[in-house]
């Protein structure tokens, strides 16, 4: 039993074994139906336990379906002959108005449709209980179908935009979906396209992608077709990089990264460094000698009582800049003295002094490390004299350390105990020159203490 | 002298003002003539944080550095005045008591520890960990911040250092001039 409509009689007559209809009268509008009867016919045999619900099924097929089938087919259906043996061919003729559906759906310009359609399709087909026919029948329907997608690819020529997209995709779909049967789609489908592409979807690269079958199908449509329908494909990577999400947020952050630093080397003097450690280091380098700066310049600037705490001379021991600013600011460290505090004797002083020359020489930041721990503190030399003639009339400066503009000096107080008011006048003298200080290399620093 | 501040509303002048009105301030409670070192000790600290405070007021709470100095700030001086029982106003005030409280580096240390080991992980592949740990402990508030933000917030805080001693050198050589 068949329905009788004048779709199935067409149907019918295309499955009759008849000789290949060659590619070319694959029109939009026409053959493809023919086309499709041969592809049939030589795989699909018939199996008649399938029948009867096959025939129920198909006779249960909404009009619907029939009509999409009508129209095109028409014009071609009177060159058709009748099929030989309808019932035996029941069975596929449900597959076969499957695809012809979908192909119609695809002839008509469905680019966005054809994935769900073909889905739809497979779906059918696998649902039937005919399902090893219709993977037969699928897989047979590939064979052909490659062969033609090949002279499919001269065939392209002739044909225009919808047309010859949606039929390639057709191929491609149908050849895609039914080679598994089992909706295993994805992986062998690049292979097949292949081989049939040739040159008419080299835009599409479908082995690079990855994408599932009915995506590349549905994009291959939308190429043609122009319409770009949820595309799935993966980003092309750039030359000799990753595609990789992760690799991608970590170039990104390496790039910020990047800007910052260069950023950072303009407000910083001395940037010339290239290398993201040493300029790193410059950068901390250059905050902590900011932070001292303020914090000597917060000691000086008390309106007249000087700040005596020991300041953490944390100095950076380099470049000529940074340690003529400091020495300007520097020279300002003032002993943290009380009345209270016996005067040291001059053994230690002396030693000490000795231990603060050396230091000197190597390295400024260590030198002021070594007198903040001894409670010392380095100060302008101008200062020192100033602060020894106006107090003290019998000190005299023991040492003075060769000095260049650049760097604070070492001078020791050889006076011996000293009155504790000498504190106080230090400070307070220290607190008048330390105005001077600013913005003035000062060329010497002095070591005092009562 | 006269303002040499163009920009009524650039950040240099924000500060000098305030740092200014705060050293109006400190000057009128303490007479300059206190000799021991510990007051001058309370006096110059008093003084450090006036012009950290006006320089963060000056940022506002747009950075996280300003955030966390001014944050520092009044969680010790809020301790301190805890401590001391006393109550009072804690917005230009500093304390006055001279010890360190330990108590906020310990919460300091606290935080360290507890982010180091997620930012151990993000730096390592960037080899710059020892540098980046160098750098959250000097910038304020850069405890809790991966590199990127970090360099943002150092750029912007030296910006302001670089400010914060502009002023108060000019300020000390108005000083030293009298």
Not at chain 1, 238 to 263: F, V
Not at chain 1, 396 to 425: E, I, R, T
Request: proline residues 6%.
């Amino acid at each position: 039993m068949q329905p009788c409509s004048r779709e199935m009689q067409a149907m019918n007559s295309l499955l009759s074994p008849t000789q290949p209809i060659p590619l070319q009268d694959l029109q939009p509008n026409g053959n493809s139906g023919t086309h499709q009867a041969q592809i049939h016919n030589p795989q699909f045999d018939p199996t008649s336990s399938h029948d009867d619900f096959l025939d129920q099924m198909l006779s249960t097929l909404p009009s619907c379906s029939w009509s999409d089938l009508k129209s095109p087919w028409d014009p071609p259906k009177s060159d058709e002959t009748p099929p030989s043996n309808p019932d035996n061919n029941a069975g596929f003729h449900y597959d076969e108005i499957l695809a012809s559906k979908l192909r119609q759906h695809q002839i008509n310009g469905g680019g966005g449709g054809t994935t769900a359609a073909m889905k739809m399709m497979m779906q059918q087909q696998m649902l039937l209980p005919g399902r090893p026919i219709a993977a037969a029948g699928g897989g047979g329907l590939t064979m052909p179908l490659h062969n033609d997608i090949v002279d499919g690819s001269s065939f392209k020529s002739p044909n225009q935009q919808g047309g010859e997209g949606s039929v390639q995709a057709l191929y491609n779909g149908f050849g895609a979906g039914p080679l598994h049967g089992t909706n295993n789609q994805s992986p062998n489908q690049p292979q097949h396209f292949h081989h049939p592409q040739g040159g008419n979807m080299q835009t599409q690269s479908f082995g690079a992608t990855a994408g599932t079958v009915m995506n590349q199908s549905q994009a291959s449509g939308s190429t043609t077709g122009g319409t770009p329908a949820q595309p799935k494909q993966r980003v092309r990577a750039r030359r000799g990089q990753a595609t990789d999400p992760h690799s991608i947020a970590e170039r990104l952050r390496r790039e910020r990264i990047a800007e910052r630093m260069k950023a950072l080397q303009e407000l910083v003097p001395n940037a010339n460094k290239t290398d993201k450690a040493s300029m790193l280091d410059e950068i901390i380098d250059y905050v902590k000698f900011l932070q001292l700066q303020v914090k000597v310049l917060s000691m000086s600037r008390l309106g007249g009582a000087a700040a005596v705490a020991p300041l953490v001379a944390d100095m950076p021991p380099e470049g000529g800049d940074c340690v003529q600013t400091t020495a300007g600011g520097g020279g300002s460290l003032q002993r943290n003295s009380n009345g209270n505090q016996p005067s040291a004797n001059n053994d230690s002083l002396t030693v000490t002094e000795h231990q603060v020359a050396k230091l000197m020489e190597e390295d400024m930041g260590s030198a002021m490390q070594y007198l903040q721990g001894k409670g010392l503190c380095l100060m302008p030399i101008s200062l020192a004299t100033a602060i020894s003639t106006a107090t003290c009339h019998s000190r005299n400066p023991m040492m003075n350390k060769g000095s260049s503009s650049n760097h604070p000096l070492l001078q020791s107080n050889g006076d011996g105990p000293s009155s504790p008011s000498m504190s106080v006048l230090t400070v307070q003298s220290a607190t008048m020159g330390n105005g001077g200080l600013d913005g003035s290399a000062k060329d010497a620093a002095s070591v005092s203490k009562p | 002298m006269d303002s040499q501040h163009l920009n009524p509303s650039s950040l240099k002048s924000r500060f000098t003002a305030r740092f200014l009105r705060a050293l109006i301030k400190i000057n009128a409670q303490k007479p300059i003539s206190s000799s021991s070192p510990r007051e001058i000790f309370q006096r110059y600290r008093r003084i450090k944080v006036a012009a950290d405070k006006s320089m963060a007021y000056s940022v506002r709470s747009r950075r996280t550095w300003s955030r966390a100095t001014l944050w520092k700030l009044r969680s010790r001086s809020r301790r301190r005045l805890a401590s001391s029982g006393r109550r009072s106003s804690i917005k230009t005030r500093t304390t006055t008591t001279t010890t360190t409280t330990t108590t906020s580096t310990n919460h300091r240390a606290a935080i360290v520890e507890k982010t180091s080991h997620e930012k151990e992980n993000k730096e390592d592949h960037v080899g710059l960990a020892v540098q980046a740990e160098e750098l959250r402990e000097l910038v304020p508030g850069g405890e809790s911040m991966d590199l990127c933000n970090l360099l943002d917030e150092t750029a912007h805080y030296i910006k302001c250092l670089t400010t914060q001693v502009q002023v108060m050198k000019k300020i000390a050589n108005l000083y030293s001039l009298e």
